[in-house]
């Protein structure tokens, strides 16, 4: 196989459903593009041999049966969602690359052992509605019907409508698949420590764990002309100090925490009235679980003390709270053997970003495997890998998969 051409000319073909003209690539939950980009998956699957089919809400399968332990299955894949303006890689390089590796290793050994699947996750990102992880979380069964009954996107396209519109509901089944024996995911790092350090994989050990919040500071409106500084009731300002001040606090932590501030909406938001409302999120990660409980217990008193000071309302929604979470030690020593054995550039590493990975994890002995981000660059359109690492990262998935499929 040329896995150079192949990796290239697969990940163009899903790159150009939902091309955005301002650049990039948006794929949302349940929208136009993710549904072609479902489908587009389902028929190459089929092409290749594969029993394709869609779990009730939508996470797209490719299996291909065992000979010997049809009823042992060994899981691989990713997100088929994007950002606003994503990039090529992010989560759907992923399926391309177990769609790629499967192709190879029944190419050169034919039918495997155990089952394999290829799995298209429905949603990963949060980017279309106020819930992250709804294709994974279906998975394992953790998913909550009531979370989503009553969401809503920024266009007020409730969850449950989009969902039904594009063929899809929600799943009845309360137990989770008891044949996946593995579940092994390949992600570009979004980070910049393998590019740094000249490494063309990663071995992934962990994932941070990660809190969301929506923040709605409210004040009042008034005229900006005639509303003395003093007798102001500013959002604008309560979220400067707010940032500025948590930020400041983020840096006095030092690594591993992250702290960002992603998304800020004032309201009316014109150059002539003092702003009444401010919708502002907050995004807070941590390798240990502990250390991100205190700093976002910290960040949410003084987020507080800052609305009182300045006489603003303050309404925090902690919407997503994911602790971290370790890979499987037998995986991970798996990943690590493979890397050895095919003489790949390795090193072992932490994953700063969430994967569908830490959801799985806990019901599933799970690894991860990265390929080197150029600058570190994601969620944006430069988002970019080189070939080679790219080619080096279908290897090295085919070869773990090898390993777990083939081997009695």
Not at 7 to 33: C, H, K, Q
Not at 158 to 185: H, L, P
């Amino acid at each position: 196989m040329d896995w150079i051409k192949e990796v290239e000319e697969n990940v163009d073909w899903l790159s150009s459903i939902g091309a955005d003209p301002a650049g990039g690539m948006t794929r949302l939950l349940y929208d136009e593009n993710w549904l072609k980009a479902q489908h587009g998956l389902k028929d190459k699957f089929s092409e290749l041999g594969m029993e394709a089919s869609f779990d009730a809400v939508g996470n797209l399968f490719g299996r291909i049966e065992g000979s010997q332990f049809p009823n042992e299955t060994i899981l691989s894949g990713s997100h088929v969602d994007t950002v606003v303006n994503g990039g090529k890689y992010d989560g759907q390089y992923g399926i391309i690359a177990a769609y790629l590796a499967m192709k190879a290793l029944v190419e050169e050994h034919g039918q495997p052992l155990r089952s394999i699947e290829v799995v298209s996750l429905a949603e990963e990102e949060g980017s279309r509605f106020p819930y992250a992880f709804w294709g994974s979380k279906n998975l394992v069964k953790e998913a909550r019907k009531e979370d989503v009954l009553d969401i809503a996107d920024t266009d007020g396209v409730k969850f449950v409508d989009a969902m039904r519109q594009c063929g899809f509901d929600f799943d009845d089944e309360e137990n989770m698949r008891e044949d996946i024996k593995a579940f092994v995911e390949i992600h570009i790092e979004q980070g910049s420590v393998l590019e740094t350090e000249g490494k063309s994989i990663g071995v992934v050990t962990s994932i941070v764990g990660q809190k969301r919040y929506n923040v709605t500071l409210k004040g009042q409106a008034n005229h900006a002309g005639t509303t003395p500084m003093g007798y102001r009731k500013d959002a604008v300002y309560g979220f400067s100090k707010i940032c500025s001040a948590a930020i400041d606090k983020a840096k006095a932590e030092g690594d591993p925490l992250v702290l960002t501030f992603g998304k800020v909406e004032p309201k009316p938001n014109t150059v002539n009235v003092v702003p009444g409302e401010v919708l502002f999120t907050v995004d807070c990660r941590h390798t240990d679980q502990a250390k991100l409980d205190q700093f976002t217990e910290q960040l949410e008193a003084y987020m507080k003390a800052i609305a009182a000071e300045i006489g603003l309302e303050i309404d925090i929604d902690l919407w997503m709270s994911e602790p971290p979470v370790p890979m499987d030690k037998n995986i991970i020593a798996l990943l690590e053997e493979a890397a050895k054995k095919s003489k790949a550039n390795y090193r072992i590493i932490h994953s700063g970003a969430g994967h569908d990975s830490q959801i799985i994890a806990p019901r599933v002995p799970t690894g991860m495997i990265f390929v080197p981000s150029i600058q570190g660059i994601s969620h944006n359109p430069a988002e970019a890998t080189e070939l080679n690492d790219l080619a080096e990262g279908v290897k090295m998935l085919a070869a773990a998969l090898y390993e777990l499929a083939y081997i009695a």
